[in-house]
């Protein structure tokens, strides 16, 4: 059990269409459990695909052209994520039709969510959105319809991304981030200091915030 004057800020950098996102943020979760870690997890916007057209790309095809992956290679990590997916109590269910999209406008989402004090729920949604429902998130009516599925506005949300608001705003945050040199997600900043990559799995979390707790120690001790 860890003990610490002030909860742990967590700054996690990750896209709602990235299963490692998902996957890293349960792990981690079930890690500050373990450990009793006061903590506040602030979520930050980033595009795995800024270029991709509304339209997307079939998901599977994306992969290969983006990594160089054999449908061998993808069909396996697949399996690899839906097993972690499950160990961790979520369901991913991927199909040969699902596609891969933008996302600027669910950061915008959830930009605004953020107001309302509902961006951790809604970023949950949206994840179970596209990996267990296969719901289209370029959809706005979409995005609304999970907007209003964690207590938000339906008619408001429709306006957030009709109008754009936000858009200036997410752009320059999703900037910053890739100018402190992020490049790919999940990435977890702990007390704005240590930068953590990659899903690192429950164990290695633990380690992690065990030793966060013992830094803190020393400095308050």
């Given at each position: 059990?860890?003990?610490?004057?002030?909860p742990l800020r967590i700054d996690i950098v990750s896209d709602v269409v990235c299963p490692w996102c998902i996957i890293g943020y349960r792990q981690l979760a079930r890690a500050l459990d373990a450990t009793g870690t006061a903590h506040e997890i602030h979520w930050h916007p980033f595009e795995l695909n800024p270029d991709m057209p509304p339209e997307g790309q079939n998901l599977r095809e994306h992969i290969v052209e983006k990594y160089g992956s054999t449908p061998e290679q993808s069909e396996a990590s697949r399996v690899r994520m839906t097993e972690l997916g499950t160990d961790l109590g979520f369901v991913f269910r991927f199909a040969d039709d699902m596609r891969m999209h933008n996302t600027f406008n669910t950061h915008q989402l959830l930009h605004w969510s953020d107001q309302q004090g509902r961006k951790h729920a809604l970023k949950q949604a949206l994840f179970a959105a596209h990996f267990t429902d296969r719901r289209d998130l370029s959809d706005d009516n979409v995005l609304a319809d999970v907007a209003a599925d964690v207590g938000l506005d339906r008619?408001?949300?429709?306006?957030?991304?009709?109008?754009?608001?936000?858009?200036?705003?997410?752009?320059?945050v999703e900037n910053f981030w890739v100018s402190q040199g992020i490049r790919g997600v999940p990435a977890m900043i702990f007390n704005r200091r240590h930068l953590v990559t990659g899903a690192q799995g429950v164990e290695n979390y633990t380690r992690i915030l065990e030793q966060l707790a013992g830094m803190q120690d020393q400095a308050t001790g």
């Amino acid at each position: 059990m860890t003990t610490q004057s002030e909860p742990l800020r967590i700054d996690i950098v990750s896209d709602v269409v990235c299963p490692w996102c998902i996957i890293g943020y349960r792990q981690l979760a079930r890690a500050l459990d373990a450990t009793g870690t006061a903590h506040e997890i602030h979520w930050h916007p980033f595009e795995l695909n800024p270029d991709m057209p509304p339209e997307g790309q079939n998901l599977r095809e994306h992969i290969v052209e983006k990594y160089g992956s054999t449908p061998e290679q993808s069909e396996a990590s697949r399996v690899r994520m839906t097993e972690l997916g499950t160990d961790l109590g979520f369901v991913f269910r991927f199909a040969d039709d699902m596609r891969m999209h933008n996302t600027f406008n669910t950061h915008q989402l959830l930009h605004w969510s953020d107001q309302q004090g509902r961006k951790h729920a809604l970023k949950q949604a949206l994840f179970a959105a596209h990996f267990t429902d296969r719901r289209d998130l370029s959809d706005d009516n979409v995005l609304a319809d999970v907007a209003a599925d964690v207590g938000l506005d339906r008619s408001e949300a429709l306006a957030v991304l009709a109008d754009q608001r936000y858009a200036a705003e997410v752009r320059n945050v999703e900037n910053f981030w890739v100018s402190q040199g992020i490049r790919g997600v999940p990435a977890m900043i702990f007390n704005r200091r240590h930068l953590v990559t990659g899903a690192q799995g429950v164990e290695n979390y633990t380690r992690i915030l065990e030793q966060l707790a013992g830094m803190q120690d020393q400095a308050t001790g």
